[in-house]
């Protein structure tokens, strides 16, 4: 029992192939087809994480997000097939906590179900164990004094030079770092051309942390000028 | 219905109420500027009793002469020896009385100028013939051979005289001399000047005793002389003033005159020789005259106030009236300009002239050089004296100013103006180059006039030499006007010159401002301007291409929303595709080949995901509504992060990439994510269609104001001739089959284009140059 998740589409099959997704990975399933349904069903069950879609009859998903978020602070992802980020920042700033675009990757929303719920389910603990020297952001925390990174709270096993990269943006979010510097203060040596060699770290670095390193969310490229740990809440 | 009779009456009460305050004006005006004043004369008019009206007096004084003539023999002057003196200031006007009663016919006017009446009287004082000619005037003229010493004469025409007043008995006379009466025609009356007694009827006598005069009027004397002199003013003509005495003859004479209180008209049948006669009854006339100025002036004040009430009455229905004036102005607009104007001037001509009279004067005067201001003063009397044509040229100049004031153009609705207006609607049939040089055709044949009247000028000077002196005159005044036409006619064609050139002006700079692109300005220039047609021609291409422009721009918005809402359709079921297709891959225990089948699935749905994002994209740039993020950042390190992030699948091709992009930055402005996806599909792109075993050139250059990037690879296959490779859909292979979406080249174009770049695709036998351009900033 790792956790209850409401499924919320008009597109019946969609919602059944998540929720066979879900099951597999342990999860408890309760579908809803609408918004309206989607209310009485968090009023039922223990929900603790919703998938909903923003299209729908009678109450649609956007409407639905506030409604809930009068009363409960549970995660919530919206599916949606609109990919503007206009549409994106509407649905975050309507209460969503993470938005995903249909068609999605079933392997990255399984990832990203993951990642949420842990984050809800244990968000006792990581108060419990506030360390002074702890960086977090979003998904990822980072000890300094250990010099060890966490993501969703689980160690991500990095090399050496993994860990420099890390360690050096992780201390300096959103800051973006031409790759000559990055090879400056890691490999503490001049570099000619060192773009290739910064890009095959940062890519190992990505398929460790990111839920989708084809679409990154934390380490990022600022083309023309360089790279940057992206800053999250 | 209310409105219309509102105006009707509005407009009657003005016309009426105008008419009558002008004439009665016009006659108050005429009336007042007599030869008295007019103070004086509306007293007198007003007098109840005739005696104490200068007229009377004047009367009573001419007979008291012509008695004192006719006791001592001496020449009988009479009325006619004053007027005389009154010639020069004012005889037209000297009697005003004498003019009423010549139009009533029976005035005394007659009797100082025709010969027809009292004859014998006229006769009488001194043979005098008056000669009143058509000129208004009479001439101061023939005298008889007459000797006025002679005692004899005298005594005939005091004997004529007497014959004819005697039986006017509204005077009583005795005129006695050396103590015996020598006329009288007053026998077997009390009347006694000595004991100043008259006979009943008769309330005036005057009695002078040889040296003065003493008068009684109802029983009352008269004070005669005041101080004793004689002034202008005085008002008895008679001697006895201590400046106006008699000689000695005239000391032996008395004369003894009463009139009557009420005084009659006297006939006399004489039919032995004559028919009945009016006799002279001149204080008849005095008194008939006074009555009948009495009502004129009565008549006078009440048309003066009827017109002040009517014109009151239109003043509260201004309004009203104006509706009025607009509907003549309707029909008088309908009339020819020529016609209205011919009408006025002759009305004009009609009241200046129409005595013509004072024209002769005037001209004569200039003529003798005696010419004075006071002959306009003239003038204007005499424009008075016909109050129905004053009147008339006030109506028709009104109507001439209404028709003005309410219709536009007046002068367009005439003989000339049709003519004109037709030949300039001929004209503007004409093309334009023909209509321009048309114009210059009446200014030719104006010169060539000229120079004929010139020409017959010279002739008739050279061949009479100088003595046809009035033909020559003529022809030198046409000279003149032409010439004066000619001038006019020039400055006529330099403003529409100058017009044309500022028509042109404004369509030359049109033509610029839509080339430029500016599709929205309009001009407009005067609707009958040469240009007018090429201007009109011009507005309609420009609207045509702004419709083309909008058709374009709408058609492209409802192809981005198409496109954004088909892709968003298949966006839904290939969710569920590609969710199945996993749980499919999730699924253990398959056989080798349907497990081939779910990742050829799985591959095809990824693609087709790929597709619809990039159609949607593509879509969007093409229109021009791709959001983008402007920045400074550098093309090199752009390119070598591009070239980083693809170097898996650089080293899993069996292709090389060559590079030479510069280490010093090259910045550029553009949306860095954008431009990733230009160099990425562009390497892609020659990654999948290169030769295997060749090289692809990646290159950046600058100028120093242009960034160039090129991308250079050799196709694998023959690259078909006239292709624009950057269409959509388009691909080298027409049969689809390489996996290509055919979009990769569009999108890097659009995306560079809405970075405010320039991408061009070049192919040169096998190999295939894409080139990106970028303005460099420093």
Not at chain 2, 68 to 91: H, I, K, Q
Not at chain 2, 408 to 413: A, F, I, L, N, P
Request: some cysteine.
């Amino acid at each position: 029992m790792n956790g209850c998740v409401l499924v919320v589409d008009d597109d019946k099959e969609i919602v059944k192939a998540i929720s066979i997704l879900l099951e597999k990975e342990g999860y408890t399933v309760q579908k809803a087809y609408d918004g309206l349904e989607a209310l009485q069903k968090i009023a039922e069950y223990p929900v603790q994480l919703i998938l909903i879609d923003v299209m729908m009859p009678k109450l649609d998903g956007l409407s639905a997000v506030m409604k809930i978020r009068e009363k409960k602070n549970l995660p919530i992802i919206v599916l949606s097939a609109k990919s503007e980020n206009t549409d994106k920042v509407l649905g975050l700033s309507m209460g969503a906590d993470d938005y995903v675009t249909k068609p999605y990757d079933p392997q990255e929303l399984v990832a990203r179900v993951r990642s949420h719920l842990r984050r809800y389910t244990s968000l006792g603990d990581i108060h419990a164990s506030v360390v002074s020297s702890e960086i977090f952001n979003g998904r990822l925390s980072y000890r300094t004094d250990e010099r060890v990174l966490y993501a969703d709270q689980e160690p991500v096993k990095l090399t050496a030079t993994e860990t420099k990269i890390v360690d050096l943006l992780m201390r300096n979010l959103g800051r973006v770092f031409p790759a000559e510097e990055i090879y400056r203060r890691v490999w503490e040596e001049e570099a000619f051309a060192p773009e290739n060699t910064v890009m095959v770290h940062i890519r190992r670095i990505r398929e460790k942390i990111e839920l989708n390193p084809k679409e990154p969310e934390y380490i990022k490229v600022v083309w023309g000028i360089g790279y940057k740990m992206e800053k999250h809440h | 219905m209310a409105t219309k009779w509102k105006s009707i009456i509005s407009f009657t009460a003005f016309f009426l109420g105008i008419t009558l305050l002008l004439s009665g004006v016009i006659d108050s005006v005429y009336l007042l500027s007599s030869r008295t004043s007019w103070k004086a004369q509306i007293r007198e008019a007003f007098e109840e009793d005739y005696q104490n009206t200068g007229e009377f007096r004047r009367q009573m004084a001419d007979y008291l002469e012509n008695f004192l003539g006719m006791a001592t023999g001496g020449p009988l002057w009479g009325n006619v020896y004053r007027e005389y003196y009154g010639y020069y200031d004012d005889y037209t006007y000297n009697n005003m009385e004498g003019v009423y009663a010549v139009e009533s016919g029976t005035g005394d006017w007659s009797w100082n100028f025709s010969e027809e009446y009292p004859n014998e009287v006229a006769e009488a004082i001194g043979g005098y013939s008056s000669d009143y000619d058509e000129y208004g005037g009479y001439e101061y003229g023939d005298l008889e051979d007459s000797d006025y010493s002679s005692k004899e004469e005298n005594k005939k025409r005091a004997e004529r005289y007497h014959n004819a007043i005697k039986d006017d008995k509204n005077i009583l006379y005795k005129i006695t001399y050396n103590d015996g009466t020598v006329y009288t025609n007053a026998e077997g009356t009390e009347l006694d000047g000595a004991g100043m007694t008259a006979p009943k009827d008769y309330n005036f006598l005057m009695y002078f005793d040889g040296n003065t005069v003493k008068m009684r009027k109802d029983g009352k004397d008269i004070d005669v002389y005041k101080d004793g002199y004689y002034r202008d003013d005085s008002d008895w003509y008679v001697p006895g003033y201590k400046n106006f005495t008699v000689d000695e003859e005239t000391q032996k004479a008395t004369v003894t005159i009463a009139a009557a209180k009420s005084p009659k008209l006297y006939i006399k049948g004489d039919y032995a020789k004559d028919s009945s006669k009016q006799l002279y009854n001149r204080l008849y006339w005095i008194e008939y005259n006074q009555r009948s100025q009495k009502g004129r002036f009565l008549a006078l004040a009440a048309s003066l106030a009827l017109g002040i009430v009517l014109i009151a009455v239109y003043l509260i229905l201004r309004k009203d009236k104006k509706r009025a004036d607009r509907w003549i102005a309707r029909i008088t607009g309908k009339i020819w300009y020529e016609v209205k104007l011919i009408l006025l001037l002759s009305a004009l001509g009609l009241v200046l002239f129409h005595s013509g009279y004072w024209w002769d004067d005037f001209f004569m005067r200039i003529q003798f050089g005696e010419f004075y201001p006071g002959i306009f003063q003239e003038l204007f009397r005499e424009m008075f004296a016909w109050t129905g044509g004053v009147v008339g040229l006030f109506w028709i100049i009104y109507l001439f100013v209404n028709d003005h004031r309410c219709n536009q153009k007046v002068w367009k609705q005439s003989i000339c103006g049709h003519i004109a207006e037709a030949f300039r609607a001929a004209d503007l049939k004409l093309p334009f180059q023909r209509r321009v040089v048309h114009r210059y055709i009446p200014l030719i044949a104006v010169t060539g006039v000229l120079i004929l009247l010139s020409g017959a000028s010279l002739l008739i000077f050279c061949l009479a030499g100088g003595y046809e002196i009035v033909p020559l005159l003529v022809l030198m005044i046409l000279v003149v006007l032409g010439a004066v036409l000619l001038v006019y006619m020039q400055m006529n064609y330099m403003k529409k010159n100058e017009r044309l050139m500022l028509d042109t002006g404004i369509l030359i700079d049109q033509i610029k401002t839509v080339r430029d692109g500016a599709i929205t300005s309009e001009i407009q220039v005067q609707p009958d301007s040469d240009l007018a047609g090429a201007v009109q021609d011009l507005n309609d291409i420009r609207k045509g291409m702004d419709t083309a422009v909008k058709e374009q721009i709408k058609s492209e918005r409802m192809k981005v929303e198409l496109v954004s809402n088909v892709s968003h359709d298949i966006k839904t079921p290939l969710t569920s595709i590609i969710s199945y297709v996993e749980l499919l891959k999730q699924e253990d225990g398959l056989p080798d080949y349907i497990r081939d089948y779910v990742q050829i699935l799985d591959s095809k749905s990824q693609k087709l995901k790929e597709m619809v994002q990039d159609v949607f994209e593509v879509s969007k740039a093409a229109s021009g509504q791709l959001p983008v993020e402007i920045e400074a950042l550098d093309l090199g390190k752009l390119l070598r992060q591009t070239l980083a992030d693809m170097s898996e699948r650089i080293a899993d091709s069996r292709i090389q990439v060559k590079t030479d992009i510069p280490e010093e930055e090259i910045m550029i402005m553009a949306d860095g994510q954008r431009l990733y996806r230009v160099f990425q599909n562009l390497l892609q792109n020659a990654l999948q269609y290169s030769l295997d075993g060749s090289r692809i050139y990646v290159n950046l250059k600058t100028d120093g104001s242009v960034a160039v990037a090129s991308v250079k690879n050799t196709s694998a296959s023959e690259i078909p001739a006239d292709v624009n490779f950057t269409e959509r859909f388009t691909r080298g292979d027409s049969s689809r089959t390489d996996g290509g979406s055919g979009l990769g080249l569009s999108i890097a174009k659009s995306f560079t284009e809405a970075c405010g770049g320039r991408m061009t695709v070049e192919t040169i036998a096998d190999l295939f140059v894409v080139t990106v351009e970028f303005p460099q900033i420093h």
